[in-house]
């Protein structure tokens, strides 16, 4: 019986963040890794200096086998796989959104956001470092 309970608070929570994915906390662009029309992927948020660095400019549907490296803010992460390990979303496309997901797949069934154009964002838990895709444009 615990476990229903646990999974039901979990289930909760995770709804919420695709029920406020416009109240992410905002922050300060950090230093320019992306160029027009990217979005880049930090392993770190922006209190922790957002460190290493994805830059993505096409839909992925699974971000297993791409990695973050090293750039502008920082080494922290690099190496490391970008599936599951995004803290901080910085979108530079001018009129396109950018979503991100929890589930591989553009799948939104557990949780996913919505990052603006021209905006940056640190992902809220229970999001942060729990996703799995990305795509530009569409609404989850």
């Known amino acids: 019986m615990r476990i229903k309970r646990i999974f039901v608070t979990v289930s909760v929570a995770l709804a919420a963040v695709v029920a ?11 230093t320019s890794e992306c160029g027009p029309g990217q979005v880049c992927l930090y392993y ?7 460190g290493a660095v994805f830059k993505q400019s096409s839909n992925i549907s699974n971000y297993s086998g791409y990695y973050f490296s090293a750039g502008k803010n920082g080494s922290s992460g690099a ?3 970008v599936k599951n390990n995004v803290a901080a979303v910085d979108n530079r496309s001018d009129g396109s959104y ?3 997901f ?23 838990e229970p999001m942060k470092n729990d996703n799995a895709s990305g795509r530009y444009g ?3």
């Open 98 to 100: 950018f979503s991100l």
């Open 79 to 81: 190496g490391l796989s």
């Open 20 to 30: 406020t994915a416009g109240s992410a906390s905002a922050y300060t662009y950090p």
């Open 44 to 50: 770190n948020s922006s209190s922790s200096g957002f």
């Open 102 to 124: 929890y589930n591989s797949g553009y799948d939104c069934s557990v949780a996913c956001m919505q990052i603006g154009p021209n905006n940056a964002v640190d992902i809220p």
């Open 138 to 140: 569409e609404a989850p």
